[in-house]
């Protein structure tokens, strides 16, 4: 049922979805790192890489919490044709990392921007208020012509929005990366402050995009960290129920569309 799904276990956040204990679905043990939490060097961003090139599948990747959202640029990094990144996050993940050397879970997009010349364009949906005037402020004017913010789409604001959000589109393309911090916390739990979309529209927009353009690659992150002495705690228990439900609904939007969009396999 889930194949074409890996799974980046970094921090054993996903052990409790049970979902995901499907045969099919193929596992990178990555708890051996050091240095992967938030920040990461060279030397671990190269060790993650050797061991993703390793996986038989490459269909949606789930990524763990957004702590690893820098993952997403290694993955992007694969696709050998123009596309169009479609970022679904509460943050824009492209604020300047502390170091040259160092690529963070709030920089990645800013480093694909500039170094990955097969990206063309990033749409980011679902940024807090306030995100792209920041944004804005401080980006590169050439990098300012490749980035367009929305604002989360609602039942309410989608005939105006979604076709504002396609007509930007300028790849046949399509990477779609979710952090489920885009969603309203009712949705999904997640360790960062959280966006108000709801998951139905978030699932309507994906397959929108999808039904439109050729996705040639997704990724999930967001989980809620969960260690093995607290996983009886009332709210964690709550966290994993609820994020394995949206990360089920997340991968039927991403692989219902049309299954011969992704590639399923190596």
């Given at each position: ?15 409790w ?10 596992w ?14 060279e ?5 993650i890489?050797h ?7 490459h ?16 993955l ?34 800013l ?40 604002e989360?789409?609602?039942e ?7 076709p504002a959000i ?32 709801k ?6 927009l ?35 129920r609820?994020n394995?439900r ?5 991968l ?15």
């Open positions: 049922m889930y194949d074409g799904v890996t799974v980046l276990d970094f921090d054993h956040s996903y052990r979805q049970a979902f995901l204990r499907d045969q099919s679905v193929e990178i043990d990555l708890t051996d790192l050091s240095g992967a939490k938030r920040y990461c060097g030397d671990t961003l190269a060790r890489r061991r993703l090139r390793r996986r038989r599948r269909g949606v990747t789930l990524i763990g919490s957004g702590n690893y959202h820098y993952v997403t640029y290694l992007l990094a694969e696709i050998r044709k123009p596309f169009t990144l479609v970022l679904f996050d509460y943050h824009t993940d492209m604020m300047e990392p502390p170091d040259d050397n160092v690529i963070t879970c709030g920089s990645w997009v480093k694909a921007l500039r170094e990955l010349p097969m990206l063309r364009q990033v749409l980011v949906i679902g940024a807090r208020e306030g995100a792209a005037d920041m944004l804005f402020c401080d980006l590169h004017p050439h990098l300012k012509r490749r980035v367009f913010v929305f989360p789409v609602t309410e604001n989608a005939r105006r929005v979604l396609i007509s930007r589109l300028s790849t046949h393309d399509v990477y779609i990366s979710v952090d489920k911090d885009v969603l309203a916390p009712t949705e999904a739990i997640t360790d960062w402050e959280q966006g108000t979309m998951l139905a529209d978030l699932m309507r994906i397959r929108s995009i999808a039904g439109r353009r050729k996705l040639c690659g997704a990724d999930i992150c967001g989980e809620y960290p969960v260690s093995p002495v607290e996983v009886y705690n009332r709210r964690h228990r709550l966290a994993v609820r394995a949206a990360n089920q609904m997340l039927e939007a991403i692989r219902g569309v049309d299954r011969r969009a992704l590639p399923l396999s190596s």
